[in-house]
């Protein structure tokens, strides 16, 4: 098992032991969890550091791993299939 910092309890550690074992599944949705969590961090880079244009509002990002798309829509045009990138 990957290291586990000492701030987690006794009780998250058994159940981290038991996925691990796969004895406990994971819901799907951490998977989407831990990639809006790297999307987040990797847009406070780019303001951080100015590296490249941010996306604000009105457009947006929608990621649908299930149909393998990658959309950078606008809500004022409301039409994201020319910017729809396949993965």
Known sequence: MPFVPAYIKLAAREVLQEVYAGKRAVPTSSVGVG??????????INILLKKKEITVAPRYLYLDLMDQRFIVGNMQTANPSNDTFQI
């Open 35 to 44: 990639l809006t969590s790297i999307l987040t961090a990797n847009e406070a």
